[in-house]
């Protein structure tokens, strides 16, 4: 059975404090891994998607990258309105479905 | 305009109650997807639509229903509402594609 696993299930930083958030999954024939970032009381937000091992993707001071095995989303110099739940998703190859790991809670503090 | 919308954003309704949430997009999407949301369990799979005609059950469809009126309306009935189906729920649409999923903002149902 697909399984997302994401680390740690919460994080505290301090503002510019760089860090790293992982999301390791299996799936056979990966067809996609997608980050969203949640605020409360609001639905996933689309980041990214990664669809290949050594694939990187930049959005301001967030990075996500790719391996066979896992996914990391780092985040650079963070600013108080980067805290947020951010959700990472995987995709199997002849599935519809999107399989969701818990989330991970990041708080900065200013 | 917000292009996925869902209503109501707050429902507090009784067990045994019947209740529809619906879900419009302007995104112009084929695709159309119902999540429940439960605090340390994630996003978990409802139903999902690919176009009118087609319909398919997700990992929790049992105490559900759904219906897609037209390409941009798709609803989720609770036939006869229980508490452990408190929960936020999502709307979200993807294109033919089907990858990138847009989530609409959400409908908190409290069964009381």
């Known amino acids: 059975e697909d399984q997302v696993t994401q680390s740690p299930e919460a994080l505290r930083l301090q503002e510019g404090e760089s860090s790293s958030l992982n999301c390791s999954y299996t799936?056979?024939?990966?067809?996609?891994l997608f980050w969203y970032r949640q605020d409360p009381g609001k639905g996933p937000e689309f980041l990214f998607t990664l669809y290949s091992a050594g694939e990187e993707k930049e959005k301001e001071r967030l990075k996500a990258t790719l391996t066979k095995k896992e996914s990391f989303l780092h985040i650079t110099a963070p600013k108080p309105e980067d805290s947020a739940t951010y959700l990472c998703a995987v995709r199997q190859g002849g599935s519809e479905k999107l399989v969701f790991g818990k989330g991970m809670k990041l708080t900065v503090n200013p | 305009d917000a292009d996925v919308t869902q209503t109501p954003r707050n429902r507090i309704t009784k067990t045994g109650k019947r209740i529809m949430l619906e879900c419009s997009q302007t995104k112009g999407h084929d695709r159309m997807y119902w999540y429940r949301q439960d605090p340390g369990l994630g996003l978990r799979l409802i139903y999902y639509?690919?176009?009118?005609?087609?319909?398919n059950k997700g990992e929790i469809s049992d105490g559900y229903s759904v219906s897609r009126q037209a390409q941009a309306k798709f609803s989720l009935s609770l036939e006869s509402a229980i508490p452990n189906q408190t929960a936020l729920y999502f709307c979200?649409?993807?294109?033919?594609?089907?990858?990138?999923?847009?989530f609409g903002p959400g409908t908190r149902l409290t069964v009381t």
């Open positions: 639509s690919f176009d009118v005609k087609d319909i």
């Open positions: 799936v056979s024939g990966l067809r996609g």
């Open positions: 979200a649409t993807s294109d033919f594609a089907g990858y990138e999923q847009y």
